[in-house]
């Protein structure tokens, strides 16, 4: 039954990726946030091949297809993210001076996911520990970033009006974030060091993070218009 449900909400993130990918394309929307409509195409091609991977060759197949791609998906959150920022500098013509000021948060965004390192579990160590901290590390930092960011431009909201595309879009790249972030730190509290056998931890980070990323791919259909 766990196994089950696991893949329906897999399933079911796969779909809403390549749904919402499709649906920005089709509203032309894809100009306005290009590399978010790479991301999500990405993720529903990812999944689609990882599933394919463990019903043809087994769960260690799946591990092994997973750990290739962690680079790719940490590269994309960090260029989705600096998407964001780039819109809301832009809409304040901040022209060279957004890099400095771009900069500047991402290291302190990056300071505060490093100390979050203290937060996991020792006997955590498996071929994927690795790669699960550094979504989780890589996702706080994106969330901070962007808390940090909205806090910062919201200090100039009556001279400047966010538009509620760009508003919407922020909201929702955190939620996604702190999913992972979530998700990850509930995997960890499992003690069983066999990356592919699943457990009700194993089972409550697929909910968490593929839930977050169905709920988050609707909210971008309805919310991303032009």
């Not at 959150?77 to 060279?96: Q, W, Y």
């Not at 990356?195 to 697929?206: A, G």
Request: proline fraction near 2%; aromatic fraction near 16%; hydrophobic fraction near 60%.
């Amino acid at each position: 039954m766990m196994s089950g449900l696991i893949w329906i909400v897999i399933v079911g993130a796969m779909c809403a990726a390549g749904g919402c990918g499709a649906l920005l394309v089709r509203r032309r929307m894809y100009t306005a946030y290009p590399l978010l409509t790479i991301f999500l195409l990405f993720a529903f091609a990812r999944t689609a091949v990882l599933l394919y991977a463990i019903i043809d060759n087994g769960a260690s197949q799946y591990v092994l297809y997973w750990l290739s791609t962690v680079s790719v998906v940490v590269l994309l959150h960090l260029i989705v993210t600096g998407e964001a920022f780039i819109k809301l500098a832009r809409r304040h013509a901040m022209g060279s001076f957004a890099f400095l000021i771009g900069g500047f948060f991402a290291v302190i965004s990056a300071v505060v996911a490093i100390k979050t390192a203290g937060i996991r579990n020792p006997g955590w160590v498996n071929t994927v520990s690795a790669s699960t901290r550094l979504l989780r590390y890589e996702a706080f930092a994106c969330l901070t970033f962007i808390v940090i960011v909205v806090f910062f431009f919201s200090q100039f909201a009556r001279v400047v009006k966010i538009p509620a595309n760009v508003q919407a879009h922020l909201l929702i790249l955190a939620t996604y974030f702190a999913c992972i972030f979530f998700g990850n730190i509930i995997l960890e509290m499992d003690t069983e060091t066999r990356p592919y056998v699943f457990t009700w931890y194993h089972f409550w980070h697929q909910v968490v993070i593929q839930g977050g990323q169905i709920g988050c791919c609707i909210a971008w259909m309805l919310k991303l218009r032009a």
